[in-house]
């Protein structure tokens, strides 16, 4: 028997905070495609059920054509079950309100609730203050059975809300713990007969989620479950360290900049880091490089974290209007950081260049 194994989906996800509102809308509509296509290898790969780990939407923006958008494509696929469980983004409990719900669209509550596809078995409970420590003594497995539980938290020690307590649940005849809550692909032992897994999310929606997305297959043989993870993302993202030191030019930084992002692909999101010093020759122009850059990549950001090296000595005896400026910036009580910005936009200005503020 296939399954697949998916979570943090966030559909209707803002992100805005990391792309200019038309990249956002575009990222949107993408994530759904994602989602789209996933049911249909859902359904062209023999699955006989998707595990919906948390998630799907996030927190309580969720608008009626992404619900029905999601519904329509799960009733298309009418031969696989669709088990969701809400996660701690899932805020919306009214987001079906109007909605016919497929049959083959299931859901969890806040009582362990139990599904079977033969042997198989899937258990799942929707975690919050009133369950959260009773849940462990409340789940009840066949020990003859392939058992494979649901939860969204992160792993701890210790039971909590949000926190899943592990030890509690090993040596209860789970074969699989399928989790949603940490966004990037994750598995190790839960015991001796069983496995832990994060799928992470479907597609990436920040440059805190960089690296492969995607869902697990999940192959069961009898009591064995194989985990296989998919890379499924429509566009993955890439944090590129560059370091600028001895870097006099921007013809040079760019070169740099493309080399160390020589085997990203053109459809990626790029986070470009500037690391390393530089000194006041240095011709760095950050809005240069961002527009040099623009239709290398589906999307490009720069994070400038190089510093000024500057000697005060340097300076002590320069008579120039340049000396005199720095010699009072260096002079006065602002932080490190501001002195540094200061001058900077000082040069430029004496320099009769476009000061970027």
């Not at 809300?161 to 190790?188: C, D, M």
């Not at 040079?252 to 459809?267: F, G, I, N, R, W």
């Amino acid at each position: 028997m296939k399954l697949i194994h998916c979570s943090d989906i966030h559909l209707d996800s803002r992100m805005e905070s990391n792309l200019p509102p038309e990249k956002a809308r575009e990222r949107g509509v993408e994530i759904c495609n994602t989602f789209a296509r996933m049911v249909r290898y859902a359904a062209e790969n023999g699955v006989a059920a998707v595990l919906i780990a948390g998630d799907l939407f996030d927190t309580r923006r969720v608008s009626a054509r992404t619900v029905g958008y999601v519904m329509d494509q799960i009733r298309s696929a009418k031969d696989v079950s669709f088990l969701y469980l809400r996660g701690n983004h899932d805020e919306n409990r009214d987001a079906f309100a109007g909605q016919t719900l497929p049959e083959n669209f299931k859901t969890f509550g806040s009582a362990w609730t139990y599904f079977h596809y033969g042997e198989v078995t899937v258990a799942g409970l929707e975690m919050n203050g009133s369950n959260c420590l009773s849940m462990y003594d409340s789940l009840k497995l066949r020990r003859e059975d392939t058992n494979i539980v649901m939860l969204h938290g992160q792993v701890s020690t210790q039971p909590g809300e949000e926190q899943i307590a592990v030890p509690l649940l090993k040596n209860r005849s789970i074969h699989y713990l399928a989790l949603g809550h940490l966004h990037s692909f994750q598995r190790r032992p839960l015991d001796d007969g069983g496995t832990l897994c994060y799928s992470g999310c479907l597609e990436g929606r920040g440059f805190d989620e960089c690296g492969e997305k995607g869902f697990v297959l999940l192959d069961v043989h009898g009591h064995r479950v194989e985990a296989e993870f998919v890379p499924f993302a429509s566009r993955t993202l890439w944090e590129v360290p560059v370091d600028i030191t001895n870097l006099t030019t921007v013809s040079q930084m760019l070169d740099a900049m493309e080399q160390a992002a020589e085997k990203v692909p053109e459809t990626s999101l790029v986070k470009f880091t500037l690391t390393g010093g530089y000194t006041l020759d240095t011709q760095k122009d950050l809005r240069f490089l961002q527009k040099s850059l623009a239709s290398r990549f589906y999307f490009t950001k720069i994070k400038d974290e190089s510093r000024l090296i500057m000697e005060r000595a340097d300076y002590e005896h320069d008579i120039s209007l340049k000396g005199e400026f720095i010699r009072m910036v260096l002079a006065s009580d602002k932080s490190a950081e501001d002195k540094e910005q200061m001058i900077l936009w000082g040069i430029q200005a004496l320099s009769g260049e476009e000061v970027a503020l």
